[in-house]
T-cell receptor
Framework: KAGVTQTPRYLIKTRGQQVTLSCSPI?????VSWYQQTPGQGLQFLFE???????NKGNFPGRFSGRQFSNSRSEMNVSTLELGDSALYLC???????????FGEGSWLTVV | GESVGLHLPTLSVQEGDNSIINCAYS??????FIWYKQESGKGPQFIIDIRSNMDKRQGQRVTVLLNKTVKHLSLQIAATQPGDSAVYFCAVKGGADGLTFGKGTHLIIQP
């Protein structure tokens, strides 16, 4: 089975721009969650989606949003980028009703 | 909410020795615990997990110990190898919330 796939792997954006990151979960996994990883704050939970519905949301501003499609693929969007949004954004998927989540390799976002 | 702390940001061990990485959590209602390994430039990789109805679980060269009384979790790696060099994270789940991660311990293997 292919793992969690995230695109793009690396990107550089300018302050004020917006960015969309994409995630394809492991085949058969219907739950997708997103995390932000920075050296200072570590891994922080952004949100979780299941069956196209946001099930949980972390403590991030409204500039961070996401969605899930009927095929379980997910996207997250960050609008009005700030320098502090530079981070590794990780997507993880899990089977319905299971707690174990499996991560992708992440999307490295640099905001300049 | 939950908070997860680590005991050591860096741990250096000799190749072949056993490694022990520790975590502490705050919420006594937490019921699921998981360890991840993250190598440089990669996403976290699942190692082993344990539920609150157990106090020990073993995998291949790894053992997770859970002490609910003092809210402490540890990962033991037997016969540490160069390929074990990575950052190790514990994560804790309670109820319907997402996983709460510790800051991670960087395991360094000395030849």
């Amino acid at each position: 089975k292919a793992g969690v796939t995230q695109t793009p792997r690396y990107l550089i954006k300018t302050r004020g721009q917006q960015v969309t990151l994409s995630c394809s979960p492991i085949s058969g996994h219907r739950s997708v969650s997103w995390y932000q990883q920075t050296p200072g704050q570590g891994l922080q939970f952004l949100f979780e989606y299941f069956s196209e519905t946001q099930r949980n949301k972390g403590n991030f501003p409204g500039r961070f949003s996401g969605r899930q499609f009927s095929n379980s693929r997910s996207e997250m969007n960050v609008s009005t980028l700030e320098l502090g949004d530079s981070a590794l954004y990780l997507c993880a998927s899990s089977e319905a009703g299971r707690d174990t989540i499996y991560f992708g390799e992440g999307s490295w976002l640099t905001v300049v | 909410g939950e908070s997860v702390g680590l005991h050591l940001p860096t741990l250096s061990v000799q190749e072949g020795d056993n490694s022990i990485i520790n975590c502490a959590y705050s919420n006594s209602a937490s019921d699921y615990f998981i360890w991840y390994k993250q190598e440089s430039g990669k996403g976290p990789q699942f190692i082993i997990d344990i539920r609150s109805n157990m106090d020990k679980r073993q995998g291949q060269r790894v053992t997770v110990l859970l002490n609910k009384t003092v809210k402490h979790l540890s990962l033991q790696i037997a016969a540490t190898q160069p390929g074990d060099s990575a950052v190790y994270f514990c994560a804790v789940k309670g109820g319907a919330d997402g996983l709460t991660f510790g800051k991670g311990t960087h395991l360094i293997i000395q030849p």
